[in-house]
């Protein structure tokens, strides 16, 4: 089974209901016609898909801003190829990636998303409608309707379903319109990755290996249109300019109206919102960040040497005789104090009481 049909048809019908609305106030069997039927389909495919299309605005800012950082661990890690150093690495990235709300997988989304649709209008146009009109209609892709878009013309005598390659009954004239579709869709898209990458993103974040990836890319998707443009047919080419265009006025708004902090983008509007009060007759804003305070560390309080205590003034080393003669100053000392305490008491020096006698027997008996 087709794992493409629900798409198709899907696909198909939407062409289909298009064409209808668009026949009751113009020819139905006009190429234009058709042509407005598929950039319907665009504008219904990339309308549901507006709020993952923010994200990968938001996504791509918030890769570029982390940037630094990834840097900073990359370095961190640099030619440690052990399995510990690989784990913790990863760990680490995850977790800026977690802190700053970006996602490699975010930015991919709206793309993968519309390569299914992309491909079922490529099978659509390029198989079915050739098989409906020759009697197998599908889906709401009827003989007549399939008949219809298969002869009506754009120019000339080239249909929707012509290519580059096979330009049918328009030949030449079929070739220069891919040609300039194609030329229109790398130029729309050149413009659109620039608007991201250079003009919305701040000096700090245009640096580094992401950087570089970001400017190749701005160079190499173009180049992938010339590769595979010429293969398409021109209704497919149609979707795919219309959903260039639509993505790079969808960026504009955004931008516009968020622009990433620190880059021209936001210099722009703080100029266009100054400008609109000057027209009010108000003053203009100061959009300049405070400047934070940064408080002095604490003076580190200074090692003092505290000298060992000694039990000379002089803190040196005493000789057994000069520890001797201290010791017989300080009992002659403790002496004379003695001796004035009772004096003073009193009491004659030299004669002890009769407690003091019975005590001093005491101790000479043990």
């Known amino acids: 089974m087709n794992p493409l049909y629900p798409i ?19 020819e139905a069997d006009s190429g234009i016609t058709w042509v407005l039927s598929i950039v319907g389909l665009t504008v219904v495919v990339r309308t549901l898909i507006i709020p993952l299309f923010v994200r990968q605005i938001r996504a791509s800012r918030a890769m570029q801003m ?22 913790k690495m990863a760990e680490e990235t995850m977790a800026i990636y977690r802190e700053a709300g970006a996602s490699p997988f975010s930015s991919c989304l709206p793309i993968l998303l519309q390569m299914p649709i992309f491909f079922g ?12 009109a020759a009697g197998e209609p599908f889906g709401p892709l009827t003989t007549e309707l399939a008949q219809s878009a298969s ?13 580059f390659l096979s330009p049918g009954a328009g030949d030449l004239t079929t ?20 608007e991201l990458t250079m003009k919305n993103m701040p000096k700090a974040a245009l640096e580094g290996p992401m950087a570089s990836t970001q400017k190749m890319m701005l160079y190499m998707l173009p180049f992938i249109y010339v590769i595979t443009g010429p293969g398409m047919p021109i209704g497919v080419l149609i979707y795919w300019l219309t959903t260039n265009v639509w993505t790079f006025g969808q960026q504009y708004i ?11 983008a936001e210099k722009a509007r703080q100029e266009r919102i100054n400008a609109k009060r000057a027209r009010k007759g108000l003053e203009p804003l100061d959009f300049t960040p405070p400047k934070k305070v940064v408080e002095p560390d604490p003076e580190p309080e ?65």
């Open 151 to 163: 002869s009506s013309t754009i120019i000339g005598n080239v249909t929707i379903a012509d290519s």
């Open 8 to 26: 198709e048809w899907a696909v198909a019908w939407l062409m289909v209901q298009f064409h209808r609305l668009l026949s009751l106030f113009m």
């Open 175 to 194: 070739r220069i319109l891919s040609g300039v579709i194609i030329a229109a869709m790398c130029a729309v898209t050149f413009f659109t990755q620039r």
């Open 121 to 132: 209008l490529f099978r659509v146009l390029f198989n079915k409608l050739p098989q409906a």
């Open 302 to 366: 200074r090692n003092l040497r505290v000298q060992p205590s000694s039990k000379n003034k002089g803190g040196k080393k005493l000789s057994d005789q000069e520890k001797l003669e201290q010791a017989r100053a300080a009992r002659a000392q403790a002496a004379e104090e003695r001796r004035k305490a009772q004096e003073a008491a009193g009491e004659v020096p030299g004669v002890t009481t009769k407690p003091e006698q019975k005590r001093s027997k005491k101790k000479r008996n043990r």
């Open 254 to 264: 955004v931008i516009r109206a968020t622009p990433t902090p620190g880059s021209d």
């Open 66 to 87: 982390v940037s630094p950082e990834l840097q900073a661990v990359q370095k961190k890690y640099k030619g440690k190829t052990d399995q510990e150093s690989r784990q």
